[in-house]
């Protein structure tokens, strides 16, 4: 049984300035949702509703966000709001959401290291706080899956463009099944020659309480940063890990171009919006096509 998870926010969020100059990236809301309650909606919908979330400088918004808000909740009642105010409600009660504060920005490796005292003996999974995946089954929740079919760390996974495996944590390894991968390699952002596939890794992981003492040992690798993806290299060589190939869509939502392309997708994707936004881009492009011809 997993029951708890490591929500990692605590990074500036320096792909996405200006407007996380002040405020926190996993705050960027897709549409009127920020991104964080995305990831803690994927928690418990995987059955997890014990969280910790490593926050840093700058995030106190993050707390603020799954707080009770009594005063707009009473006003939510006198305009009798029934539906905004059952959505509050639903987001204070979600999960119980516990905070560390990571004080430097030494890297991921460090972050989950924060989360030692918290997750004990227990394995426990791990979100990335800036990656939203659309799936029917939460990927937390194929991982557990596969968590407690073989018994070890395991990492989603998911196929990206050659081009592109400098962007990601790399995994090489051999096939068990057609989506499960029996892991002898890990690489941190690679490049094309270095790298053992362009299988990446993809912001979900179930890790066992060895990783915690692969952390201590774990010098600082790219970016001057103590990486996870080199404490579990470290780890494989004790203990076996597998990749799972996810079933769903994953967003980055780190950058500004793959933001606003989510922000697309998920409006198409919501009752209250699809008819008329899509309606707007149809128009949208008719019009850049008239320009197109007309110059
Ligand atoms: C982190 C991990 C990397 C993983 C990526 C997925 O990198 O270190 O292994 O592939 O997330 O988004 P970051 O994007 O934080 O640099």
Redesign the pocket.
Known sequence: MIKKAVIPAA?LGTRFLPVTKAQPKEMLPIIDTPTIQYVVQECVDSGIEDILIISGKGKRSLEDHFDKNFELETRLQEKEDEALYTHLKHIENMANIHFIRQKELN??GDAIYHARFHCGQEPFAVL?G??VIDSVIPVTQQLIDSYEQYGQTVIAVETVAWDNVS????VGGDNLSSRVIRLNE?I??PNREQAPSNL????RYILTPQIFRALEKTPRG??NEI???DALQMLLKEDGITATLIEGK?Y?L?NKMDFLKTTVEFALKRQDFAAEFEEFLRETIDRLDQDRKEH
Do not use: H, M, W
Request: hydrophobic share 30%; aromatic share 4%.
């Open positions: 990074g890297g991921l990335l800036d990656t962007r990601y944590g790399i890990l941190e952002k990446a890794i993809a912001g790219k970016g990486q996870l993806t994953r980055d780190g």
